[in-house]
């Protein structure tokens, strides 16, 4: 950051305050709600910069009426984005385990008096049942696989469930897009929903790890995706290509070729 956007932004901040309270976002998709963070931690948010990417892949992939999830939802920006492009008929699945963060999610709906957002204190894996999730300094990089040599970092249980068994109870309506952001986990996360990426091929926002490409690369493509790099749009046709960061996974009938 250049010393005169670290200066602009302290200003900012000064003049906002430091407290974490409800804010109007002013920018961005989610321009109008509200959200209950600190400017010196989340000053993104309110001038909708955060994510740009991930809000342009909303705006493009996402309709009126959808049904969407956002898998680690954390304290609930994303969510906000979602449901203000899936409108009053459509839904938004928010997924986040880790109890204190869960709760400013649910504030952050209640704040917007959203009825089309419905919030799970449960981390979608691999399998229903329960997990240790490591929760370091920073809470928002809660971990079900990173963490485990840091003193620092405060281990939980949390409930896991697996996103086919959610459907094929009935408990979930299919997605057309979901956004996955689970801190190292996402292979987990797309193997217990592998029948609902064949079966529905919804269009899939991943944030990938080291860890997880190992997984999700050959899963993805044995499912019929085309992988690109979500902040260029450049096609990823190979796994050394493959590396951490946003990537876009779109089924090969919605890739434009």
Same mark, same amino acid.
């Given at each position: 950051? &250049?010393?005169?956007?670290?200066?602009?932004?302290?200003?900012?901040?000064?003049?906002?305050?430091?407290?974490?309270?409800?804010?109007t976002i002013w920018? /961005?998709?989610? !321009?109008?709600?509200?959200?209950?963070?600190? =400017? @010196?931690?989340?000053?993104?948010?309110?001038?909708?910069? *955060?994510?740009?990417?991930?809000?342009? !892949?909303? @705006?493009? #992939?996402?309709?009126?009426?959808?049904?969407?999830?956002?898998?680690? *939802?954390?304290?609930?920006?994303? $969510?906000?984005?979602?449901?203000?492009?899936?409108? &009053?008929?459509?839904?938004?699945?928010?997924?986040?385990?880790?109890?204190?963060?869960?709760?400013? +999610?649910?504030?952050?709906?209640?704040?917007?008096?959203?009825?089309?957002?419905?919030?799970? $204190?449960? !981390? %979608?894996?691999?399998? &229903?049942?329960? !997990?240790?999730?490591r929760v370091p300094?920073?809470? $928002?990089?809660?971990?079900?696989?990173?963490?485990?040599?840091? =003193?620092?970092?405060?281990?939980?249980?949390?409930?896991?469930? %697996?996103?086919?068994?959610?459907?094929? %109870?009935?408990?979930?309506?299919?997605?057309?897009?979901?956004?996955?952001?689970?801190? /190292?986990?996402?292979?987990?996360?797309?193997?217990?929903?592998?029948?609902?990426? *064949?079966?529905?091929?919804?269009?899939?926002?991943?944030?990938?790890?080291?860890? /997880?490409?190992?997984?999700?690369? =050959? +899963?993805?493509?044995?499912?019929?995706?085309?992988?690109?790099? *979500?902040?260029? @749009?450049?096609?990823?046709?190979?796994?050394?290509? #493959?590396?951490?960061?946003?990537?876009?996974?779109?089924?090969?009938?919605?890739?434009?070729?």
């Amino acid at each position: 950051m &250049s010393c005169w956007r670290r200066f602009t932004k302290s200003s900012i901040v000064l003049l906002l305050g430091h407290e974490r309270r409800p804010r109007t976002i002013w920018w /961005g998709l989610a !321009a109008g709600y509200r959200i209950c963070v600190s =400017p @010196r931690e989340n000053l993104g948010y309110l001038f909708g910069v *955060a994510d740009i990417p991930l809000q342009r !892949a909303i @705006r493009e #992939y996402v309709s009126h009426g959808d049904t969407v999830y956002d898998i680690g *939802a954390n304290i609930g920006y994303v $969510s906000l984005l979602l449901a203000k492009q899936v409108g &009053s008929q459509g839904q938004v699945v928010a997924f986040e385990p880790v109890p204190q963060i869960f709760e400013l +999610l649910q504030r952050n709906v209640e704040l917007n008096t959203l009825g089309n957002i419905t919030t799970l $204190s449960v !981390a %979608a894996s691999n399998e &229903s049942g329960e !997990a240790a999730i490591r929760v370091p300094v920073s809470s $928002s990089m809660s971990s079900l696989v990173w963490h485990r040599n840091d =003193p620092s970092a405060i281990e939980l249980r949390i409930k896991t469930t %697996a996103i086919d068994e959610l459907i094929k %109870a009935g408990d979930l309506p299919l997605p057309a897009f979901v956004k996955i952001d689970v801190e /190292g986990a996402e292979g987990l996360v797309l193997e217990g929903m592998r029948n609902t990426i *064949a079966n529905r091929k919804p269009v899939l926002f991943l944030e990938c790890s080291d860890i /997880g490409r190992q997984t999700t690369w =050959p +899963l993805l493509r044995n499912l019929g995706y085309q992988c690109q790099l *979500a902040s260029t @749009r450049k096609r990823v046709d190979t796994f050394d290509e #493959y590396r951490h960061s946003d990537f876009l996974w779109l089924p090969r009938h919605n890739d434009g070729n």
